[in-house]
């Protein structure tokens, strides 16, 4: 059945013989410049197809002439930083602790390494770049209860602070109150004192009570102007920075029940090389001396 071909009698073009509800589709051809632009994506989809990895083929596909192979790339960049890490952290293990910081290159890398291992183990106790909180010391000042050396970082990061190990850094306290060393007003006449030396005592006379008590049961661990020993981990009473708080009420609590820390010894959990890392990141932190 030959049909008809239908011209619209406005513009005189073909009609296709689509019609909806009176509209009758006109069959224009498509413009140049968008049956090019088709054309180049062809040819382009064909080029690519024979230089890089395009088709199925069951359990296998079509290589391509270059080779390439993002799975490929990415393992021989994950070889060559491991080789590289191997390098350096091999150089870690062999320079002694002490000589770490003279090479840049190992300084470099060691802080990068150690700021990591410091946020997956370090900073729930210790906060995000270390500045401690409630019971946990700040890392990132220039204060060190236990010493600030590389030395001094190194050894108490291996054995820890009263734990669970052989040579941890240990020493105690006592509890004046709790085992009646001294008594309720003594212990106040000495927080006065402990007070004094931050300049907030509000109460002269008791202070001056205190400042024998002091010299008589505190001295020998916190020193005799409050400076401090490292040697038993006493921190400084006279810097305003406080452990456990500053006030008077926290501080009779910690002369009648006194205070034990404990800090984890990694030892165990982390090898030698990431222990002098992170080392070498907290005596960066802020005040290694
Ligand atoms: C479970 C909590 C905890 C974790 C985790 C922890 N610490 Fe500690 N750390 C402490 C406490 C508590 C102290 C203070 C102990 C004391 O009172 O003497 C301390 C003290 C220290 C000190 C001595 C500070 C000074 O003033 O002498 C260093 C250095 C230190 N920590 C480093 C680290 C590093 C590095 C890590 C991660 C590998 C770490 N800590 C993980 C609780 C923790
Ligand atoms: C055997 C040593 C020793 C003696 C003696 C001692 N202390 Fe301490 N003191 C420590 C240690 C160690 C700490 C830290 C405890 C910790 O880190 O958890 C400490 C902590 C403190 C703190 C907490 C400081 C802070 O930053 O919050 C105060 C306050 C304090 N001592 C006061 C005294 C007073 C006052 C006396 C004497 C009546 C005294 N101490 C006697 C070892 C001692």
Not at 106 to 114: K, P, Q, T, V
């Amino acid at each position: 059945m030959a049909t008809e071909v239908e011209k619209d009698h406005l513009s005189g073009v073909e009609t296709t013989g689509h019609e909806w509800d009176g509209l009758k589709e006109l069959n224009n051809p498509l413009p140049k410049w968008w049956l090019y632009v088709l054309y180049a994506c062809i040819a382009w989809a064909v080029v690519y197809w024979v230089l890089y990895p395009a088709w199925p083929l069951g359990t296998t596909y079509t290589k391509g002439i270059l080779g390439y192979s993002s799975r490929a790339t990415l393992f021989q960049k994950m070889d060559e930083a491991r080789q590289s890490q191997a390098q350096y952290l091999d150089a870690i293990a062999k320079t002694p602790l002490d000589q770490l910081r003279g090479n840049a290159e190992l300084l470099n890398f060691s802080l990068a390494g150690g700021r990591t291992m410091f946020n997956e183990n370090c900073v729930p106790c210790h906060g995000a770049g270390g500045q401690g909180g409630h019971g946990y010391p700040n890392l990132a000042d220039d204060k060190w209860m236990w010493g600030g050396t590389l030395a001094d970082i190194y050894q108490t990061i291996q054995h820890g602070i009263r734990a669970d190990d052989p040579d941890t850094r240990i020493s105690q306290m006592p509890r004046f109150g709790a085992d009646g060393v001294l008594t309720r007003p003594q212990i106040d006449d000495t927080a006065e004192f402990v007070l004094s030396l931050t300049g907030t005592s509000t109460d002269a006379e008791a202070a001056k009570r205190g400042a024998v008590l002091f010299a008589e049961n505190c001295v020998a661990c916190h020193g005799d102007k409050g400076q401090g020993t490292a040697e038993v981990g006493a921190p400084a009473l006279n810097d305003g920075i406080w452990l456990y708080g500053g006030d008077k009420k926290t501080v009779v609590e910690t002369i009648t029940y006194a205070r034990g820390g404990v800090m984890p010894a990694w030892s165990k959990r982390l090898d030698d090389t990431t222990i002098k890392q992170l080392a070498v990141y907290v005596h960066e932190l802020g005040g290694g001396k």
